[in-house]
């Protein structure tokens, strides 16, 4: 067996695991999105992890996790808010191919890797743009426009949803990837899920597959339009969670 042949088998293996069945055409996607993850890291941060197994587990196993609490059959159009390389996004539309995407990220240089990337991987009604959380929010043209909201950002739970949350429809759901022991994040963002028009519907705990890597996934039910004046400013949320 070469190279790609025992990548290719380490893919789907994973994702068998997970109840993901992969077409051919999609692992090969997923090893394009590796090879130019990989090859663009050397010239600039995108991932502190470069090692093939460990980007099949931790980014895109890890991205499609979301199946454990979401049907995402019955999901048209989804925002990945501070997307990075592109997780969990991209990995959810390459499964998942009906969705219209919209991965949303800070820095240009990021977007302009997603930008060389999209049609790499010939993948169509997915759009990266640049903009900030709290800019983006205030947009007609984004805000409550998505089914599902999705973020891997490494920030605090009521920062996060005042981020997310207004780009969600009412009976939309935001869900916040997280690490495990976060009962006290949980507990600090009540009060902004009322003020921002969410609440927690499920709190799943799991191990990434084959593997004893702890994570958590906070799914946050849109119940009511959140209120305009939220997002804040740039910046405001982070500093002064509500």
């Given at each position: 067996m070469d190279k790609k042949d025992t990548n290719i088998s380490i893919l789907i293996d994973i994702f068998r695991d997970m109840n993901i069945g992969l077409s051919e055409r999609q692992a090969e996607q997923f090893l394009t999105y590796y090879q130019f993850l990989n090859e663009k890291n050397k010239?600039?941060?995108?991932?502190?992890?470069?090692?093939?197994?460990?980007?099949?587990?931790?980014?895109?196993?890890?991205?499609?996790?979301?199946v454990q609490v979401c049907d995402m059959k019955a999901c048209d159009s989804l925002i990945?808010?501070?997307?990075?390389?592109?997780?969990?996004?991209?990995?959810?539309?390459?499964?998942y191919p009906h969705l219209k995407v919209v991965l949303l990220d800070s820095l240009n240089k990021r977007v302009s890797?997603?930008?060389?990337?999209?049609?790499?991987?010939?993948?169509?009604?997915?759009?990266?743009i640049h903009a900030r959380a709290e800019d983006a929010a205030k947009k007609e043209v984004y805000r409550e426009q998505f089914d599902l909201c999705v973020s891997r950002a490494v920030a605090n739970l009521s920062s996060?949803?005042?981020?997310?949350?207004?780009?969600?429809?009412i009976g939309g759901a935001f869900i916040s990837y997280k690490s495990t022991n976060i009962d006290i994040e949980i507990e600090n963002s009540?009060?902004?899920?009322?003020?921002?028009g969410g609440k927690i519907k499920e709190i799943r705990e799991f191990c990434l597959?084959?593997?004893?890597?702890?994570?958590?996934?906070?799914?946050?039910?849109?119940?009511?339009?959140?209120?305009g004046k939220y997002p804040r400013k740039a910046g405001m949320p982070s500093k002064e969670p509500l």
């Open positions: 010239v600039m941060n995108l991932t502190a992890i470069t090692n093939y197994p460990d980007v099949v587990l931790k980014h895109f196993a890890d991205s499609l996790s979301v990945d808010v501070g997307t990075g390389a592109g997780f969990p996004g991209l990995p959810l539309k390459i499964v890797f997603l930008n060389e990337l999209i049609p790499m991987l010939q993948l169509e009604g997915v759009t990266a996060l949803s005042e981020y997310c949350l207004p780009f969600v429809k009540k009060n902004a899920l009322s003020v921002l597959p084959k593997s004893d890597i702890e994570r958590s996934l906070i799914v946050i039910g849109k119940k009511k339009t959140t209120p």
